[in-house]
């Protein structure tokens, strides 16, 4: 299955007529977050493929299309917000937002918050790996995890609870987003344990084996 993973920035080398002959194979588009809804459902137009996605902290409140459309949610797409989902032999699960750093504001949370999120996956995953052999392949996040391409900052800081969540569940992959890079030697891939932590910033192709 290959993916095409974006987030943060639009890009118009993607939001163009010519993106489906530039990325004529994708499978699945995944997003991490803080990008227009009116993008995202260009993406799902143009190539023809399903969307899962999670909301950044930037996404608060309703969106409009060029049209005048409000979109309260990327149409075509499946918000993946702790919850799982399997498409075709690949089972991937989300996790929006980001550390808090303003009260009240939507899609941010303390990290006591995020475990209480993370916790509503528990069932899910734990019924994956009675039924498939395993808990989980992806896990996609708006946030990196703590101390794995975060900043010191406290919006850019990454929740501790996702390396206790890759520990356990050992997912092949984690997509995040949030952090914008702009040096060439700013490091966009590591391995923890079992699990590739990746930044897509602000879009990455992948290839992953599946069954079917």
């Known amino acids: 299955m290959k993916i095409l993973a974006v987030?943060?920035?639009?890009?118009?080398q993607l939001y163009s007529p010519h993106v489906k002959e530039n990325f004529p194979d994708i499978d699945l588009i995944v997003s991490c977050g803080d990008l227009p809804f009116y993008y995202l459902e260009f993406l799902i137009s143009a190539l023809n493929?399903?969307?899962v996605y999670v909301r950044g902290n930037h996404d608060q409140g309703p969106q409009y299309t060029a049209d005048g459309r409000t979109?309260?949610?990327v149409p075509g797409g499946q918000d993946l917000h702790a919850r799982t989902v399997r498409m075709n032999d690949?089972?991937?699960?989300?996790l929006e937002?980001?550390?808090?750093?303003?009260s009240g504001a939507p899609f941010m949370y303390t990290e006591p918050?995020?475990?209480q999120q993370v916790t509503r996956l528990v069932p899910r995953l734990l019924w994956?790996?009675?039924r498939y052999g395993r808990f989980l392949d992806i896990l996609i996040t708006h946030s990196p995890p703590f101390e794995i391409h975060d900043r010191p900052d406290t919006a850019h800081t990454g929740f501790r609870i996702l390396r206790t969540f890759m520990k356990l569940f050992k997912p092949r992959y984690l997509l995040h987003g949030h952090i914008h890079i702009y040096r060439s030697n700013t490091p966009r891939a590591t391995q923890f344990e079992e699990t590739a932590v990746i930044n897509v910033y602000p879009y990455r192709v992948l290839d992953?084996?599946?069954?079917?």
């Open 208 to 212: 992953y084996p599946t069954s079917s």
């Open 90 to 94: 690949l089972l991937i699960a989300g």
């Open 97 to 102: 937002g980001s550390m808090r750093y303003r």
């Open 71 to 73: 979109l309260h949610h």
């Open 49 to 51: 493929v399903p969307l």
């Open 128 to 130: 994956n790996r009675q």
């Open 7 to 12: 987030s943060d920035r639009v890009l118009d």
């Open 113 to 115: 918050e995020m475990r």
